[in-house]
């Protein structure tokens, strides 16, 4: 079946940034078969299904190439609580820590954030986690194209940012190896290829030099992509240069773990010495221009991008809104060179879509062209702050908001249509996230006083047990997905 979408603007992405204008997308299987003219289109293509695309711009789909849908439970602590810029440095990105949820409480949180990618136009996404497989069904169940990242370290006693001692527990290293493992082979390849399974090492600073030599071998052996957290936060760097007197990135490189199938995220508190051996091994780099906004640190892309690296974005931590992660970082970069016309809204968007399909293996997907991936967006052009759409890029980077995209296809699927999310009950699920999070900070909070709740925070119920949080939501309350 051969679907239409006709009358309508399409931004392919392209190397030319070519825009049809009254153009056409024909899509075939989880292909894109053909762009053009309507009228060439729908000649070609006369018993296609017709999808009405007036009023609308179709754009290639984001890539969001860094989070952790489960921290959508922070959300409104965690932006606020960094870590500082000077020493001392004791660890951690938050003085409060992220509470302990049960594999359902954690599922919930992580359909909340996929809910929220989708209505952003997010269509790939890399999830980097410990212990995915208690979410996997879901997140396949979500429609979405993804990377599912099974993260592995081995220092205990302490968190990421910390210049103490190294403490090394060998059988917490190995007992990440065998998740990654267990995970690929029961999930990589599912949902008709849309999910992969890749390697994830926490950071520089909570993984010893042998972990990360066995991590690399075990990205070769299973032929896949590998992330890292990477020059984060400045105590990493203290810590780095602490246990291996190098800094972060030097100790990547001398240990032979950087490679072009590598996602480092963040890449902020760096030395240019660093952005060019990342270069060099051509590593993909995750801009998370938002979060670190919200940290009051900035990368050096443009410089990065030109050592060599590619460019993807994504939204890290407690937000998963693409169209605002696109613009910040086009806004970050003109602050920080001081230019009012660099980086372009078309360098944005193209590491927004393009450059993060290409960092987590999928070269065909993020822009649109005869015979590549069928991830698309559609957005509603009947709004106030996009009106005159006079330049489809430049307007909707500068001006579009998340709640302008009405239709996100993936794998030539529709997973969200004419503004409702086909995969998934939002209702339900936005409903128990509040109740998940009102469980989880209240236990939290009861269970250790010595934490205090920042400014604001609204008031909890009384403090149940972790055991009457799962009978509340046995396992198996799962909805059948809806829709094609
Ligand atoms: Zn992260």
Known sequence: ??????DTIVVTGDDAGTIHFQGAVAIEGNRIAALGPTEELAARYPKAELVDGRNRAVFPGFANIHTHFVMTLARGVFEDLSPPHEPPFCGGLSPIPLPPLSPREQAVMCQLGALEAIRSGTTAVLE???????????MVD?????????????RIGTSIGDPAEFRRDPKLGQAGIDRIVKLHARWHGAGEGRIRVSVAAWAPDMCSPELLREL??????????????LNQIWGEVA?????????????LADLGFLNERVVAAHCRCMEPLEEKLL????????????????????????????????????????????????????????????????????EALRWATRGGYKAMGWEDGGHLAPGSLADLIMIRLDRAHLAPFLRPVSVFIHQGQAADVSDVMVDGRWIMRDARVLTMDEARIVREAEEVSDRAWARLFAENPQYEKPAGFRPLPPAMGAGDAVAMHPVGGRPAPVGP
């Not at 980097?128 to 879901?138: P, R």
Request: overall charge neutral; aromatic content about 4%.
């Open 142 to 154: 979500t429609g979405l194209r993804m990377v599912l990242a099974e993260r592995s370290w081995d």
């Open 279 to 346: 270069g060099k091994a051509r590593v993909n780099v995750a801009f998370n221009s938002a979060i670190a906004a919200r940290r009051g640190l900035s990368p050096r892309v443009c410089e990065m991008e030109q050592a060599g690296c590619n460019i993807g974005m994504g939204t890290d931590n407690m937000s998963e809104d693409m169209v605002e992660v696109a613009r910040t970082g086009l806004f970050m970069e003109r602050v920080r060179r001081k230019d009012g016309r660099n980086p372009t809204p078309e």
């Open 128 to 138: 980097d986690a410990s212990h995915i497989e208690n979410y996997a069904q879901e």
């Open 1 to 6: 079946m051969t679907i239409l979408i006709r």
């Open 239 to 251: 810590a780095v240069q602490a246990h291996h007197n190098m800094l972060p990135t030097e100790f």
């Open 216 to 229: 690399s071998a075990l990205q070769k052996r299973l032929d896949t992509t590998c992330t890292i957290h």
